[in-house]
């Protein structure tokens, strides 16, 4: 088993910076990849960044290229979303998810909501413009 608890989220102006954290319980969380997805009002969920369980792979949307990095600390069990020029349409509740242990994601599947197994309550982030 594995929890997962997001934190960081807030209110901020356009162009500020906030940084997510995904903190996980649970022993084979570091063989774990981690996906961070995000879900606006009325929206559909939507892929956001993912990193592999050794952190040798990272992947980001498009539409946070150039913005956002994720990066993990597997001694700390932690993912952490740095979200960098933050826009309006940035705001959205977001929130992390776990894979499968020790599966090495390919890029469609690593953007699927439906192949991870674990999740977190998420996180709201508001960005005013």
């Known amino acids: 088993q594995v929890q997962l608890v997001e934190s960081g989220g807030g209110l901020v102006q356009a162009g500020d910076s906030l940084r997510l954290s995904c903190a996980a319980s649970?022993?084979?969380?570091?063989?774990?990849?981690v996906g961070w997805f995000r879900q606006a009002h009325g929206k559909e969920r939507e892929f956001v960044a993912y990193?592999?369980?050794?952190?040798?792979?990272?992947d980001v949307a498009d539409s946070v290229k150039g913005r956002f990095t994720i990066s993990r600390d597997n001694a700390k069990n932690t993912v952490t979303l740095q979200m960098n020029s933050l826009k309006p349409e940035d705001t959205a509740v977001y929130s992390c998810a776990a894979g499968r242990a020790g599966y090495v994601y390919g890029s469609n599947d690593a953007s699927n909501p439906d192949e991870y197994d674990y999740w977190g309550q998420g996180t709201q982030v508001t960005v005013s413009s």
């Open positions: 649970g022993r084979t969380f570091s063989s774990r990849a």
């Open positions: 990193i592999s369980w050794t952190g040798s792979r990272t």
